[in-house]
């Protein structure tokens, strides 16, 4: 699980470099990489980019860091983590640089990247919504290499015991709110999120809103001798009830400008002993589950033509996916490229200068952050095998917006494929689990209601 944080610097950009930089924490600089800049220049490269934006504010760059769960990753598969996240957040706008720390218990990597965007030449906007971003785009890296990801909405902390047990399991907390989210998702109502709770076996108390009612409920799970209260202090502020309520009715009510299909929801399971035991449960869930399966597979035929679909959607996710990663790639070459071609462009007549003045050395003395600039640049441009005299900016901007547009496209089109695979996953599991359980016996009139499914 990648925890991660960020912080502006207001000053002294090169110790927070040499901090991060320091060979004893990164295995002797092996486990340090960087885009744009070069750790030894970087003070240089972030002054050349941030005089050319306008704004104002104190802000010369920005450190993030990302730390992984102890054992959980190795030195040089968290590096390049690393290194695929400064990519994604950043996307080739922002100089950078990463290093990995191994000195500690846990692995982290650290990324301090450059205040101005080095494209539009627009400072680095930090918010909520930035955050909010960032930690989607970690969680989203840590799926991809089977690493566990935070819960999204859980904003109260674990104790270090509930840590402990979730690292071998998950807590019985950790349970109870996977579940109530889970119920929120598939519950029409706040009645109806009540009893679908005790059908998974949960014991509650105080769950009525009205005003004389008990100010908190309390939730005990099946099996469990403790309870816990629904308040901000003990599960979080999401899971008060009336927060609760809230969800339900948010997301039931609130209106939608585009159709959206209706996310689909789990059937229950009704082979547990509390139905069997409890025949006004039983005959609930039962209709929850016909209500369910009459809705979303009337036209359903055939198990196969839903495997065939979820084959066919995740060939065409992948190959998008595929093209994104390629897009990117791309992009951050050209990126590059347009960042050293301007930085050489703009420098070079401090270095013509240099070469005919009659005091070099004066001259290197009051010029050298601009003569260092332009040597990094040309020496980038010819290790890309590219003439710098030969260098066509504009083509190259253009060539970064066009495929920029066409990586927004395909990555709009991946998102869709996902959420279609998805949707046919959850119809999929619930058909199979409805074909394999003890469903409620129809007589004739249900059968036809229903439809020829049954």
């Known amino acids: 699980m990648a925890y991660t944080r960020i ?22 600089n092996i486990l340090v990489s960087s885009f744009g800049c070069s750790p030894e220049t970087a003070r240089f490269d972030f002054k050349y980019e941030l005089s050319k934006t306008r704004q104002s504010d104190a802000n010369l760059a920005f450190h993030m860091i990302q730390s992984f769960a102890p054992g959980e990753v190795s030195y040089e598969e968290a590096h390049r983590i690393g290194v695929e996240f400064a990519d994604k957040v950043l996307q080739g706008h922002y100089s950078y640089i990463v290093a990995t720390h191994i000195d500690k218990g846990h692995v982290h990597n650290h990324i301090v990247f450059c ?69 929120i998702n598939s519950a029409d109502s706040y009645e109806e999120f009540i009893a679908m709770m005790r059908a ?19 939730f005990q799970p099946p099996g469990i001798e403790h309870c816990v209260r629904g308040r901000s202090s003990s599960l979080g502020e999401e899971y008060t009830k009336e927060k609760i309520s809230e969800r339900i009715e948010s997301k039931t009510k609130h209106h939608i400008p585009f159709p959206r299909k209706t996310p689909q929801k789990s059937l229950i399971d009704t082979s547990q002993e509390k139905f069997i035991e409890n025949k006004g449960l039983k005959k609930w869930a039962d209709l929850q589950n016909l209500k369910l399966v009459a809705k979303n597979y009337a036209d359903i035929q055939e198990m196969k033509s839903l495997s065939d679909n979820l084959s066919e959607k995740k060939q065409a996710a992948k190959t998008a996916r595929n093209d994104v990663v390629d897009m990117e790639h791309s992009m951050k070459d050209l990126s590059e490229l347009i ?80 959420k279609e695979i998805r949707e046919i996953e959850q119809k999929l599991q619930n058909l199979k689990e409805y074909i394999g359980s003890n469903g409620p016996e129809l007589n004739a009139d249900q059968s036809r209601q229903n439809g020829k499914f049954l």
């Not at 566990?148 to 399991?169: A, F």
């Not at 769950?207 to 309390?218: D, G, H, R, V």
């Open 339 to 418: 960042r050293y071609g301007t930085q050489y462009t703009e420098n070079l007549p401090y270095q013509l200068r240099y070469s005919k003045s009659k005091n070099p050395e004066q001259y290197l003395q009051r010029h050298e952050s601009q003569l260092l600039l332009y040597s990094g640049a040309e020496a980038i441009l010819l290790r890309h095998k590219i003439t710098p005299a030969k260098l066509n900016l504009s083509k190259l901007r253009e060539d970064y917006n066009q495929l920029s547009a066409q990586r927004n496209e395909v990555t709009k089109s991946y998102k869709i494929k996902e």
């Open 115 to 183: 205040a101005a965007d080095h494209i539009s030449h627009q400072k680095y906007h930090d918010c909520k919504q930035s955050y909010k971003r960032i930690r989607s785009i970690s969680d989203e890296i840590c799926k991809e290499h089977d690493l566990s990801v935070i819960v999204p909405g859980q904003t109260k902390g674990k104790s270090y015991t509930e840590w402990l047990t979730d690292k071998n399991g998950p807590s019985w907390k950790t349970c109870l709110k996977n579940d109530i989210n889970k119920t």
């Open 7 to 28: 912080h502006a610097i207001k000053a002294t950009v090169h110790k927070a470099v040499k901090y991060i930089c320091n060979p004893e924490k990164t295995d002797e």
């Open 200 to 218: 998974k076996g949960y014991q509650i108390k105080g769950e009525s809103l009205e005003p004389n009612a008990p100010k908190y409920i309390t």
